[in-house]
């Protein structure tokens, strides 16, 4: 069976990391320890028991991943898989959109220092991201249409925030590293 996170080391800035369903060899990883910069993500059809499962190709500037990212993109990975029903009562799969759009923000934010997320399906076919770490509290929401939304919430001070992605990525980047210091 094909792995689902591959990255072969192709040239300069391609990663060599694998995963064969759901558990990753950490062989050939080292954590990285600065951001990715315009990853590259490609995603292509794999065989699956129940959808076809896609193999996530990334392409960074960097030899190395965070072991926290190679682990979300392997959940990430499961749950593009799920079937229509998963929950039992007829939750909607993960759409392509939702998981390309997971996969683009883990490799954006899930860098060198910051905290894994904990990953699961919303039953209209998106992707929550969330971390409770620290006093913290952060939900990023991937919808079915790839729309990204999220909140946070410090237990300590009471600040509190909700919004849309676009225009508040260095407030999400100062979130995750309160979560994670």
Same mark, same amino acid.
């Given at each position: ?15 060599? *990391?694998?995963? =064969? ?19 590259? =993500? ?14 996530? *190709? ?18 990430? #990975? ?15 799969? =993960? ?12 490799? *954006? ?13 919303? =039953? ?26 999220? #909140? ?30």
């Amino acid at each position: 069976m094909p792995g689902l996170v591959d990255a072969v080391d192709a040239g300069p800035g391609v990663l060599a *990391a694998s995963s =064969v369903l759901g558990r990753l060899s950490a062989a050939e990883t080292v954590a990285a320890t600065y951001a990715l910069a315009d990853p590259l =993500v490609r995603t292509t059809p794999q065989e699956s028991p129940w959808r076809p499962a896609r193999r996530i *190709a990334i392409r960074a500037p960097r030899r190395d991943l965070p072991e926290e990212l190679l682990h979300a993109l392997e959940r990430a #990975c499961e749950l593009q898989q799920l079937p229509r029903g998963w929950n039992s009562y007829g939750a909607d799969p =993960v759409s392509d959109t939702a998981f390309r759009q997971t996969i683009e923000f883990l490799t *954006a934010y899930v860098v060198r220092g910051i905290a894994g997320p904990v990953l699961v399906p919303t =039953v209209r076919g998106g992707v929550q991201l969330e971390w409770h770490r620290r006093g913290v509290d952060i939900e990023i929401e991937v919808g079915p249409d790839g729309a990204v939304s999220w #909140c946070a919430e410090d237990r300590h001070s009471g600040e509190e925030v909700e919004a849309g992605l676009a225009g508040h990525e260095a407030t999400v980047r100062t979130w995750l590293r309160r979560a994670s210091d």
